[in-house]
């Protein structure tokens, strides 16, 4: 099992920011992402980045496009979803999810960091 260890939660106003990080240890992944959880909801996909070696690819969700960028580190082993313009709807458990794979279900995934957005 590889721990992944996410950073970077907390309380901000709406409109604020804020940046998760989401260490690796003993492991580089071809694919990285980012899901969250609010309460009383299903776990939703967030934003994903692939690394094919040359090129990384990066999709989100609907809700969050424009306003959350996230990125990676060359090695493979760290994460990192920015987040802009948060809305109250953004509250929720982040979870930072890793595989070696560039498509299937996710292996390995963090114990998740909490944002809470005020209004």
């Known amino acids: 099992q590889v721990p992944l260890v996410e950073s970077g939660g907390g309380l901000v106003q709406a409109g604020g920011s804020l940046r998760l990080s989401c260490a690796a240890s003993?492991?580089?992944?071809?694919?990285m992402g980012w899901f969250r959880q609010a309460p009383g909801k299903e776990r939703e996909f967030v934003a994903v980045?692939?690394?094919?070696?040359?090129?990384?690819?990066?999709s989100y969700a609907d809700t969050v496009k424009g306003r959350f960028t996230i990125s990676r580190d060359n090695v493979g082993s760290r994460v990192y979803l920015q987040m802009n313009s948060l809305k109250p709807e953004d509250t929720a458990v982040y979870y930072c999810?890793?595989?070696?794979?560039?498509?299937?279900?996710?292996?390995?995934w963090g114990q998740g960091t909490q944002v809470t957005v005020s209004s």
């Open positions: 999810a890793a595989d070696i794979r560039i498509v299937g279900p996710f292996d390995y």
């Open positions: 003993g492991g580089t992944f071809s694919r």
């Open positions: 980045i692939k690394s094919t070696g040359r090129t990384d690819y990066t």
